[in-house]
Structure formats: C-alpha cells, structure tokens
C-alpha cells in the first residue's frame, strides 16, 4: 500500500535475458517471462484497482514491438510482451469508463543498459529521454499506443503482413 496514491504510474519493469540461454533453461526462461509479464501486470493489476476506486489517473506499460510478432531470436522475451501488451490493451478497455486511462508504449530500439554493446542502427534507436517525453506527451493526450520513433510503425506493419510460410524461413 502507498502512503499517497500517485496520478500516473509507469511500469518499466523488463529482462531481455538471454534467447539461447532461455532454450536450454526453463528456470532462465521462467524468469524472463515473469520479469516481463506476470510481475509488471500484476503490480498494475493492484494499481488499477485503487485508480478505479478513486475514479481517475493514468497507467502507463512499457512493453515492446518484440511482442507484436514472434521472431525465433527472441521469442522468449518477445512472448512475454505479447501477453503483456494485451494485459494492457484489457485494462485500458476495462477502465475506459471508470475515469482510468492506461498507455502502451512500444518503444523500439533504445540505448539503455538492455541494448548495452548491441550494434543498433541510430535512425531506430531512440535515447531514453525521447522516450520519456514520449510518454509525458501521450499521459498529456490521452494516447492508447505509442511507438516512441513512428517509424517502428511502419516496419512492424511491414513484418506483420509477412506471410508464416516466408517469415519461417528468415532469420530476424
Ligand atoms: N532498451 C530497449 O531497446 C527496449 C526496447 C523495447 C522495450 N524496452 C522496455 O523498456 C523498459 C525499460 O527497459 P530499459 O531499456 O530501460 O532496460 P534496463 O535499463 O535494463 O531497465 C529494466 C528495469 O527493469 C528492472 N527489472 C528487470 N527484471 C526485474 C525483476 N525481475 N524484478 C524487478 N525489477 C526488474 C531492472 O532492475 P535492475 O536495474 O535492478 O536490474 C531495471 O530497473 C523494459 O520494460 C524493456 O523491456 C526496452
């Protein structure tokens, strides 16, 4: 319980683990899913919770465009944003006439401490202080799903409409 309910509250909780680790060991996988789904949901669960009572504030997750498809380099990460994205897009649908409003941020690539030694392209790879006025802008807004660099729209689209029987055979 909080000494004093807070108006927005952002959850940037998340692991990226290992993908190749994460095969070989369910308990390094477990964690993975966990530290990206269920711990962040349920925080944000016992939150929603106290917001709706009150009858107003914002919530904010921070998931991931690796949740939108699964790629066999890192699915393991990936599937937990999915299911995280989703936990979201319900809050956000179940508060949305309780006065509650609930942000997902799919930020694509940034140079944290995550990406550290990463060979990022830099048109794609937002610094954390983007991302941060990104979310302020849509908490101001009232957005319900942001990509931090709007291109990552565009190549999410492009890597959705990828049929299976093709997408099965690249490596991304
Ligand atoms: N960096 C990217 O390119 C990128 C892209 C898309 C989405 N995201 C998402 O953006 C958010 C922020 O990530 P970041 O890039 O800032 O990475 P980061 O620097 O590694 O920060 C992740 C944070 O999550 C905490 N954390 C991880 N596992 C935890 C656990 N099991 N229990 C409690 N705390 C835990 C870490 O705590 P400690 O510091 O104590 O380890 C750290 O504060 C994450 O949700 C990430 O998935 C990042």
């Not at 048109?123 to 990552?152: C, H, M, S």
Request: glycine share 10%; aromatic share 6%; charged share 20%.
């Amino acid at each position: 319980m909080l000494p004093e309910l807070p108006e927005v509250a952002v959850s940037i909780v998340g692991l990226m683990g290992s993908q190749e680790r994460s095969e070989h060991d369910h308990l390094l996988a477990s964690c993975v899913m966990r530290s990206n789904y269920e711990g962040p949901a349920n925080i944000l669960a016992l939150l929603a919770n106290q917001f709706e009572e009150r009858g107003h504030g914002t919530l904010v997750g921070l998931s991931s465009v690796a949740g939108e498809r699964g790629r066999a380099t890192n699915y393991i990460y990936g599937s937990a944003k999915a299911g995280f994205t989703a936990f979201l897009s319900g809050l956000r649908n179940r508060l949305a006439k309780r006065g509650v409003h609930v942000v997902t941020v799919l930020p694509g690539y940034v140079a944290t401490k995550m990406t550290e030694g990463m060979n990022l392209p830099a048109g794609l790879t937002a610094q954390p202080n983007e991302v941060a006025e990104a979310i302020v802008l849509a908490v101001k807004r009232k957005k319900d799903v942001i990509y931090v660099r709007r291109f990552w729209y565009l190549i999410m689209l492009i890597i959705k409409l990828i049929p299976e029987r093709l997408f099965k055979g690249l490596r991304l």
